[in-house]
């Protein structure tokens, strides 16, 4: 199965601010992938990540809000922007192309926006 | 596009009791369907895959699910639920082409001792 890391497990900020999230997978993938999972609810994809290429975000999300950078082929960074309380939630990447046809994920984020 | 529809938010057994979950699908392909299981405060864990091999899918901690495709189903099942088993389950169908993954709204299960 493959690893993949994510930091910060959690934080608590300040609305209006900024965080990035990282994620890191430990062998070299096609796509990367970040959803949300709000509190109580089902997981939301919020964009594909692809290296060499803009996101691809879905509907209801957009990329000033939620910026991802994909340098290479095994990291990607998703950054949460002015901050509200609605923010406030789990955020997880994921993975795919090692071969396998499931998906592993991340540990998450937890972030609340105060 | 892909999706899957859980038919129950919550289901309580007893401990020893059979578990079923009940998960429908819409493909217009052959779908990959998972179960994933995602304890309190904890990640996500896969439970079993289906990718159009065996009907009958074994996965880990006891568990297993069946592929009816003339049902459009994939329903997880336990023989014995344990009090481990409490979580919340979620039933994804991967997306062909774009290999996104469309969950499910989730079931969240208790075991009563």
């Known amino acids: 199965s493959a690893v993949i890391s994510q930091k910060p497990s959690r934080d608590i900020c300040q609305r209006g601010t900024s965080l990035t999230i990282q994620c890191q997978v430990d062998?070299?993938?096609?796509?990367m992938f970040w959803y949300r999972q709000q509190p109580g609810q089902s997981l939301t994809l919020i964009a594909t990540?692809?290296?060499?290429?803009?996101?691809?975000?879905e509907s209801g999300f957009v990329i000033d809000k939620f910026p991802i950078s994909r340098p290479n082929l095994t990291f990607s960074t998703l950054t949460v922007s002015n901050m509200s309380p609605e923010d406030s939630s789990i955020y997880l990447c994921?993975?795919?192309?090692?071969?396998?046809?499931?998906?592993?994920f991340g540990q998450g984020t937890r972030l609340t926006v105060v | 596009a892909q999706s899957v529809t859980q038919l129950d938010s919550h289901v309580s057994v007893s401990e020893g009791t059979p578990v079923l979950l009940r998960c429908n699908y819409s493909?217009?392909?052959?779908?990959?369907l998972f179960w994933y299981v995602q304890h309190p405060n904890k990640g996500l864990q896969l439970l079993l895959k289906?990718?159009?091999?065996?009907?009958l899918v074994k996965g880990i901690n006891g568990f297993e699910a069946e592929f009816k495709k003339s049902e459009t189903s994939f329903h997880l099942t336990k023989p014995s639920a344990h009090m481990s088993d409490a979580a919340e389950y979620f039933c994804?169908?991967?997306?062909?082409?774009?290999?996104?993954?469309?969950f499910g709204a989730g079931t969240t299960v208790t075991v009563r001792a």
């Open positions: 994921s993975e795919y192309g090692r071969g396998n046809t499931e998906a592993f």
């Open positions: 289906y990718t159009s091999a065996a009907t």
């Open positions: 062998s070299q993938v096609t796509m």
């Open positions: 493909s217009s392909y052959s779908p990959s």
């Open positions: 994804v169908v991967r997306g062909v082409g774009d290999y996104k993954l469309s």
């Open positions: 990540a692809n290296q060499g290429s803009e996101a691809t975000y």
